[in-house]
């Protein structure tokens, strides 16, 4: 083929496709003017082109919300069915997670037991002094803390529970119990002990010396801060800071008050009162004393008046009852429980005298239940003055005149009367000698100011001892009221040896009932020098 006609075919060609070309670019231009008349064949292309990529975020966002339901529903559902304290939760620094309550109140309990010490150490100064958590009732309120624990994650809605719960498995819950205490007795310690400070408040005081009410002038100085220190108490053992560290005492400074005697009057001043008895039932109302002041009240004041002075004195004086409990008649003593009696010469007038004296201090006397006789304090002194005369007694072995002779025959009578009447002998010792006037280890001796007798109504009623000295003849009587459950009472004693210089014997008590022995014991057991 020649060239020419290989460029003929060309251009042919090339005519061929600039139609075809038209054709293309008319059908294009067809179908936008088609597209441009039918909306809905316009949009669909677009929204199709749009929906892809938003349909995948769709069903991505579906999936994990549908997972975090289902987590939560799951998460939700374990919180349900869980029976112990979740996760994260502390009671006093203690880790309690995942325990049931039962584990948890007892690991709680012990651990408080095991490290609170039995007692608390408080100072101030170089004072210390220690009280007992257990007298102050120190305990901690172990059963609320538990609940407190468990009810993490147990008290709002759902969302709220999960929300707590997830709080403490990421973050430490510590639960404080809470502590108590008894505040009174507590406040009665540091009341006390602010009493004991080096640095305490001395309040004004008085005190009675004979015939005077000594009144003492008060210092300043600090008491105890009450209610900063049980603050620092409790905090200290909520802490448990107490463990070998004692606790600063609060204090603050104070005056004592100022001395009131009016107040004081008040505080010491006593009517006397009558002794009386009555006999449905039979019962005796001993005297009492009374106190006042020997001065006014105003003569009083004007002595305290004195700023200058630590130390006033203002007299006093007793106030006597009418009827005195010696005074109450015989009536109300109706039955006679013992009596004896002594032998004595009438040709000696001082030692009669010596007894009659004596015995009328005895006279009368009434001791209620429970009281203590002491034979010194009854008849007194001795002395010349009381009208004492001399008269034979044993000194130092020899019989000799001394003051008051005579007088241990009025004990020893007694002695025996009350043993009949079977009180109790508090105290008795017996003579150097075996007396004329009763048998050995029945006398007791007394000297002013070194020996006494002493014996005690032991009964459920007042007795009264009738003492007389007439003609010769020493005599006690002790009345009373009977009881169902009183005994016959007998006196044995003898001597149980002797030597060249001492006489030994001993004494028993026996308790008689119907005519039968119920019981014997030994009085005592003496040693006597020989003549």
Excluded: W
């Excluded at 019989?399 to 002695?415: A, F, K, M, N, R």
């Excluded at 210089?501 to 003496?526: H, M, N, P, Q």
Aim: aromatic content about 10%.
């Amino acid at each position: 083929m020649s060239t020419n006609q290989i460029e003929k075919e060309l251009k042919e060609n090339n005519k061929e496709l600039e139609k075809n070309i038209k054709k293309e670019e008319i059908s294009k231009t067809t179908t936008n003017e088609q597209k441009d008349e039918s909306p809905i064949q316009e949009f669909t292309p677009v929204e199709k082109e749009k929906k892809n990529p938003l349909s995948i975020l769709g069903i991505l966002i579906f999936i994990i919300i549908t997972i975090l339901v289902i987590a939560f529903l799951i998460f939700t559902g374990y919180n349900a069915l869980n029976q112990n304290i979740v996760s994260g939760v502390h009671i006093k620094d203690v880790d309690v997670s995942n325990m049931s309550k039962f584990d948890a109140k007892y690991l709680i309990e012990t651990y408080i037991a095991n490290t609170l010490p039995q007692e608390i150490t408080l100072k101030h100064q170089d004072y210390q002094t220690t009280i007992s958590l257990s007298q102050i009732g120190v305990n901690f309120d172990v059963k609320k803390a538990i609940n407190d624990a468990y009810n993490v994650g147990r008290r709002g809605n759902l969302f709220e529970n999960n929300f707590y719960v997830l709080s403490s498995m990421f973050g430490q819950v510590n639960i404080e119990p809470t502590l108590n205490l008894d505040v009174e007795q507590l406040t009665q310690n540091l009341n006390e002990i602010s009493t004991q400070l080096p640095d305490k408040v001395v309040e004004s005081s008085y005190y009675i010396e004979d015939n005077n009410l000594i009144v003492t002038r008060g210092t300043e100085g600090n008491v105890v801060d009450i209610e900063a220190t049980i603050a620092a108490i409790e905090s200290a053992i909520s802490n448990f800071s107490i463990i070998n560290n004692p606790i600063e005492i609060a204090v603050k400074p104070q005056s004592p008050a100022a001395i009131d005697i009016e107040k004081i009057h008040v505080e010491i001043y006593k009517e006397p009162k009558d002794a009386y008895y009555t006999q449905d039932p039979f019962a005796v109302y001993p005297s009492e004393n009374g106190l006042d002041f020997n001065i006014s009240v105003d003569e009083a004041k004007n002595i305290i008046g004195d700023q200058s002075a630590e130390e006033y004195t203002i007299p006093l004086k007793t106030l006597y009852p009418n009827v005195t409990t010696n005074m109450i008649g015989t009536e109300a003593f109706p039955d006679l429980l013992s009596e004896f009696s002594t032998n004595y010469s009438v040709r000696d007038k001082d030692r009669t005298t010596n007894l009659q004296l004596a015995a009328n201090k005895i006279n009368g006397t009434v001791l209620m239940p429970g009281e203590t006789f002491s034979y010194n304090k009854v008849v007194g002194e001795r002395t010349i003055a009381a009208g004492y005369k001399e008269a034979p007694i044993y000194v130092s072995g020899e019989v000799v005149d001394g003051l008051g002779g005579g007088i241990c025959q009025i004990t020893s009578t007694l002695y025996n009367a009350v043993i009949y009447a079977n009180l109790d002998i508090v105290e008795r010792s017996n003579h150097q000698f075996v007396p004329s006037y009763v048998k050995a280890s029945r006398d007791a001796t007394v000297v002013y100011g070194a020996i006494d007798f002493k014996f005690k109504n032991n009964r459920n009623y007042a007795i009264k001892i009738n003492c007389s000295v007439s003609g010769g003849i020493a005599k006690f009587q002790i009345f009373g009221l009977k009881q169902e459950d009183d005994y016959d009472v007998q006196i044995s004693a003898y001597e149980t040896g002797r030597t060249a210089t001492a006489i030994y014997s001993e004494a028993y008590k026996i308790l008689k009932r119907d005519g039968k022995e119920v019981s014997r014991s030994l009085l005592s057991k003496d040693t006597y020098k020989r003549h």
